[in-house]
């Protein structure tokens, strides 16, 4: 894949906001993507024509709603999406990716470390493992759980006070009002559905944020 075929007009727009001069650190890594990351089984084949609107600038537009210097964990983070996105467009922020399978830590690892990303670490296992080790200031999610099942896996990441912000699709609000009992319980005092990324991309991204404490 080349990076001409990669980005449309209205994406490198995009892309130039969110990342400013880390641009082509994020153009590495969607490389890595399209090479190893299909390889290896981490994305489809399908997705390569997808990678920039459909996973990267989606996953990355979520740093729009975070603070300064602060810790964030990402929870199944796979192929990176969205803590590797994280990393890249805000190095101000440490992140801890959490994966529990060793094939995608490994990939993670290698990639950290061709991009020499500084604020990033790789923990692997799950994430009721990791409660002990990890206390973020914002838990991020996608394509992980439904909400009923990702809020008892995510919240006690944050300690009782933080953010849990859970990339979801358009069955959001369902979701939440499935989970809602489930939220209370962990401590979640405020939960609602926010588009990202509106003025920047043709399809945004749609997050439920819960807030604890």
Known sequence: M????SLTAEETLAAEKIFGD????VKRYVQHLASSGIERGLLGPREVPRLWSRHVLNCAVIESVMERDVEVADVGSGAGLPGLCLAIARPDLKLTLIEPLERRCIWLSEVIDD???DNVTVMRG???????????RYVTARAVSALTNLAGLTIPLLHGQGELIAIKGRSAAEEIEKASKAIRKLGGKETEVLTLGEDLLAEPTTVVRIKVG
């Open 115 to 117: 991009l020499g990303l």
């Open 2 to 5: 080349t990076e001409d075929l």
């Open 126 to 136: 799950r994430a009721e493992q990791m409660v002990d080790a990890v206390n973020a």
């Open 22 to 25: 880390r641009l082509d650190l």
